[in-house]
Nanobody, 116 residues
Framework: QVQLVEFGGGLVQPGGSLRLSCAAP????????MGWYRQAPGKQRELVAI???????KYEDSVKGRFTNSSDNAKNTVYLQMNSLKPEDTAVYYC??????????WGQGTQVTVSS
């Protein structure tokens, strides 16, 4: 099972920043989009941000203006810069890559905890 590799995450105080990164192996071809989902305890997994190969992006409403999703297509890598973090951002964050034929690949998840 091919899996994405995530970096970043950890514990940060409210108002702080974190940066997540995720690399897709070169064995995954024809990636159309990469992005991030998150899952808080007792809640369903939700889309946080997605970026398409053409550079277009989509964000969950609660993170607009605070999170920035960017990518390096040549490296099959995606980044999530998270600023002004809030306790409600606490969750396990999962990286995903979706190919042009709609096959999805996932990372193992990284914990983000926002707490004083």
């Amino acid at each position: 099972q091919v899996q994405l590799v995530e970096f970043g995450g950890g514990l940060v105080q409210p108002g702080g920043s974190l940066r997540l990164s995720c690399a897709a192996p070169v064995s995954i071809f024809s990636i159309n989009s990469m992005g991030w989902y998150r899952q808080a305890p007792g809640k369903q997994r939700e889309l946080v941000a997605i970026i398409n190969r053409d550079g277009s992006t989509k964000y969950e409403d609660s993170v607009k203006g605070r999170f920035t999703n960017s990518s390096d297509n040549a490296k099959n890598t995606v980044y999530l810069q998270m600023n002004s973090l809030k306790p409600e951002d606490t969750a396990v964050y999962y990286c995903t890559a979706v190919t042009y034929n709609s096959r999805a690949y996932w990372g193992q998840g990284t914990q983000v905890t926002v707490s004083s």
